[in-house]
């Protein structure tokens, strides 16, 4: 992360006032109710790295408080995410239902101390008579009950004498107060659902707002860092912590802007939805913006974790544009992805003067950002596959690829001129016939000729067959959901295209997960269940570069347009 933020600020102010003697603790606190997202990555390098970088502790600790939507699949899945993220919390994994009695005893503190009041009414009653922010809120008819008959009818919550729904427990601070969180919540509800955790030995449960403060408290967190959405809940966080005898210095909230990307969606609820109607695999597929579909498309977490500190941290929330990431994912893979070569639209090449069963070891560069990377042999032969792209029989201006007549380079391979073509009876190309030079081996003519196209190729004999998955942006918007729109509307049907491509025969030593560059192609990973199976990472051109020279020539226009007839200064 960036060395010097608001945040990092307000630490370094603490721990120079000796505040919390000094110490920081920070926590990334998930609910258990779905898998991570590119969103949370943001929270995880920010309470992980602060810790890091000023000597502290982070907690992993599961706000499991909605046994109705928990799962323990899901505390595997983010436990994973967490360590592919390349983060270890402080110590085992903890969570909000180890606190359960010790929440319990809170609650009957703040009905002792006339703060706290079991409610009769339903949650629609609750939620109507709350107003809003030009609705005043109107008083529960049970808001003056005793302390004594709060709590037994709290104990008889507990105990299991009443049904869903039939009661609540609410904290008795202001129906009349600006904020709509402080307006009388709810602390505790009856919910009989087995929980993951501690089964049916509960019928309450604590609500978020009322779990989270506390547990902060009982695990001695400094610094609870939240997004902002949760700024209108700090008054509820620190009121709940005052009115509590704490077995630590109380935990203070600082809220950050959110992560948010072009053409993605970061809602649970879209994103559920997307997944129960079909229109992706799972929340693994490669297309959502899920760490475990960010996993499965290839996307390296060294690159999340440096495109989160480049883009740092705001007050406000924004909006950054995809093409980022990508550039950050294209550059790591860059370094690290070993070249290979693979055609995806394939057309077949004869070469006609090739000597009948000849196999040509080539020697070609694993990559050339890397020196140790070393060199492989591909084999070459008489009948090939290229891309159908690469072969014109009509070529268009400035087109430098194969045509009828004309010499290019086949990579770390031999100088070839296309002389004829086969065609199938609707005018297709089947086969294209050349020959080839055999003094240019290794792509160089003695007679130091040039040529203005080099382009790749797989030998026909020694290709292997697999299926790869070509992805367009999921949302077909920017701005998803704007102006009020459908978030769904802009669904991009054709988002994934599957092609059967033909790759060079060292690729069948890959592992799953593992990214490589298709020269000339883009970067694409091996699926982690069935390594015939390729996803396209990103592609080799740089949205992102084009996008910051078309904003630099916008930037630079209006500034000419600006001093356009300013006379100068004399």
């Given at each position: 992360?960036?060395?010097?933020?608001?945040?990092?600020?307000?630490?370094k102010?603490?721990?120079?006032s000796?505040k919390?003697?000094?110490?920081v603790?920070?926590?990334?606190?998930?609910?258990?109710?779905?898998?991570?997202h590119?969103?949370?990555?943001k929270?995880?390098?920010?309470?992980f790295?602060?810790?890091?970088e000023?000597g502290g502790?982070c907690n992993?600790r599961?706000?499991?408080?909605?046994?109705?939507?928990e799962?323990a699949d899901?505390?595997?899945?983010i436990?994973?995410?967490l360590?592919?993220?390349?983060?270890?919390?402080n110590?085992?994994?903890?969570?909000?239902?180890?606190?359960?009695?010790?929440?319990?005893?809170?609650?009957?503190?703040?009905?002792?101390?006339?703060?706290?009041?079991?409610?009769d009414?339903?949650?629609?009653?609750?939620s109507?008579?709350?107003?809003?922010?030009?609705t005043?809120?109107?008083?529960?008819?049970?808001?003056?009950?005793?302390?004594?008959?709060?709590l037994?009818?709290?104990?008889?919550?507990c105990?299991g004498?009443?049904?869903d729904?039939?009661k609540?427990?609410?904290?008795?601070?202001d129906?009349?107060?600006p904020?709509m969180?402080?307006?009388?919540?709810?602390?505790?509800?009856?919910?009989?659902?087995?929980?993951?955790?501690?089964?049916?030995?509960?019928?309450?449960?604590?609500?978020y707002?009322?779990?989270?403060?506390?547990s902060?408290?009982?695990?001695?967190?400094?610094?609870?860092?939240?997004?902002?959405?949760?700024?209108d809940?700090?008054p509820?966080?620190?009121?709940?912590?005052?009115?509590?005898?704490?077995?630590?210095?109380?935990?203070?909230?600082?809220?950050?802007?959110?992560l948010?990307l072009?053409?993605?969606?970061?809602?649970?609820r879209i994103?559920?939805?997307?997944?129960?109607?079909g229109?992706v695999d799972?929340?693994?597929?490669a297309?959502?913006p899920t760490?475990?579909?960010l996993?499965r498309?290839?996307?390296?977490?060294?690159?999340?974790?440096?495109?989160?500190?480049?883009?740092?941290?705001?007050?406000?929330?924004?909006?950054n544009?995809?093409?980022?990431?990508?550039?950050?994912?294209?550059?790591?893979?860059?370094?690290?992805?070993?070249?290979?070569?693979a055609v995806?639209?394939?057309?077949?090449?004869i070469?006609?003067?090739?000597?009948?069963?000849?196999?040509?070891?080539?020697?070609?560069?694993?990559?050339p950002?890397d020196?140790?990377?070393?060199?492989?042999s591909?084999p070459?032969?008489?009948?090939?596959?290229?891309e159908?792209?690469?072969?014109?029989?009509?070529?268009?201006?400035?087109?430098?690829?194969?045509?009828?007549g004309?010499?290019?380079?086949?990579?770390?391979?031999?100088?070839?001129?296309?002389q004829?073509?086969?065609?199938?009876?609707?005018?297709?190309?089947?086969?294209?016939?050349c020959?080839?030079d055999?003094?240019?081996?290794?792509g160089?003519a003695?007679?130091?000729?040039?040529?203005?196209?080099?382009?790749?190729?797989?030998?026909?004999?020694?290709?292997?067959?697999?299926?790869?998955?070509l992805?367009?942006?999921?949302?077909?918007?920017?701005?998803?959901?704007?102006?009020?729109?459908?978030?769904l509307?802009?669904?991009?049907?054709?988002?994934?295209?599957t092609?059967?491509?033909?790759?060079e025969?060292i690729?069948?030593?890959v592992?799953?997960?593992q990214?490589?560059?298709?020269e000339?192609?883009?970067?694409?990973?091996?699926?982690?269940?069935?390594?015939?199976?390729?996803?396209?990472?990103?592609?080799?051109?740089?949205?992102?570069?084009?996008?910051?020279?078309?904003q630099?020539?916008?930037?630079?226009?209006?500034?000419?347009?600006?001093?356009?007839?300013?006379?100068?200064?004399?």
């Amino acid at each position: 992360m960036s060395s010097s933020d608001f945040i990092r600020d307000k630490i370094k102010a603490d721990i120079e006032s000796s505040k919390f003697g000094g110490r920081v603790h920070t926590r990334f606190p998930p609910e258990p109710n779905g898998y991570l997202h590119i969103g949370h990555a943001k929270s995880i390098c920010l309470n992980f790295s602060i810790a890091d970088e000023f000597g502290g502790s982070c907690n992993l600790r599961f706000d499991d408080t909605n046994p109705d939507a928990e799962d323990a699949d899901f505390v595997d899945a983010i436990q994973e995410d967490l360590a592919w993220l390349g983060f270890e919390p402080n110590g085992e994994a903890k969570y909000a239902s180890d606190y359960f009695e010790q929440l319990y005893t809170w609650a009957e503190d703040l009905i002792q101390k006339g703060l706290a009041y079991v409610d009769d009414q339903d949650a629609e009653t609750i939620s109507a008579n709350r107003g809003g922010f030009t609705t005043p809120g109107v008083d529960s008819p049970w808001r003056e009950r005793s302390v004594e008959e709060n709590l037994e009818l709290f104990r008889g919550m507990c105990a299991g004498e009443f049904d869903d729904g039939a009661k609540v427990l609410r904290a008795k601070i202001d129906m009349q107060h600006p904020n709509m969180h402080m307006r009388d919540p709810v602390l505790y509800r009856i919910k009989r659902a087995a929980h993951i955790r501690t089964g049916n030995d509960w019928v309450i449960y604590p609500t978020y707002d009322f779990a989270h403060g506390q547990s902060d408290a009982i695990e001695g967190i400094t610094h609870s860092l939240c997004t902002l959405e949760f700024d209108d809940h700090r008054p509820l966080y620190n009121w709940v912590l005052n009115n509590l005898d704490l077995p630590h210095e109380k935990p203070e909230q600082t809220e950050f802007a959110r992560l948010n990307l072009t053409h993605t969606v970061m809602s649970k609820r879209i994103l559920r939805q997307l997944v129960e109607d079909g229109s992706v695999d799972g929340w693994d597929d490669a297309r959502m913006p899920t760490l475990r579909g960010l996993r499965r498309r290839g996307y390296p977490p060294a690159a999340i974790r440096e495109f989160i500190d480049h883009i740092g941290l705001a007050r406000v929330d924004g909006t950054n544009e995809i093409e980022l990431l990508e550039s950050f994912v294209r550059t790591s893979l860059n370094k690290t992805a070993l070249r290979r070569m693979a055609v995806l639209d394939p057309v077949k090449v004869i070469i006609t003067n090739w000597p009948e069963g000849k196999t040509d070891l080539r020697e070609a560069v694993n990559n050339p950002e890397d020196a140790d990377a070393g060199t492989r042999s591909v084999p070459f032969t008489g009948e090939l596959w290229i891309e159908r792209e690469d072969f014109s029989l009509d070529p268009p201006p400035k087109y430098y690829r194969l045509t009828i007549g004309r010499e290019v380079r086949l990579r770390s391979g031999y100088f070839i001129t296309a002389q004829d073509v086969v065609t199938d009876d609707d005018g297709k190309v089947v086969e294209i016939h050349c020959t080839y030079d055999p003094e240019t081996a290794g792509g160089q003519a003695p007679d130091g000729r040039k040529v203005k196209a080099t382009i790749h190729w797989v030998s026909a004999e020694h290709a292997l067959d697999a299926n790869v998955h070509l992805y367009e942006r999921l949302l077909t918007e920017a701005l998803p959901g704007k102006d009020g729109q459908e978030i769904l509307a802009s669904l991009n049907p054709e988002s994934r295209k599957t092609v059967s491509a033909k790759l060079e025969p060292i690729l069948a030593d890959v592992e799953p997960g593992q990214v490589v560059q298709f020269e000339r192609l883009g970067y694409f990973a091996v699926d982690l269940d069935d390594t015939s199976l390729f996803h396209r990472t990103v592609g080799l051109r740089d949205e992102w570069a084009r996008i910051q020279k078309r904003q630099n020539n916008q930037n630079k226009q209006k500034n000419q347009k600006k001093n356009k007839g300013r006379a100068p200064i004399s």
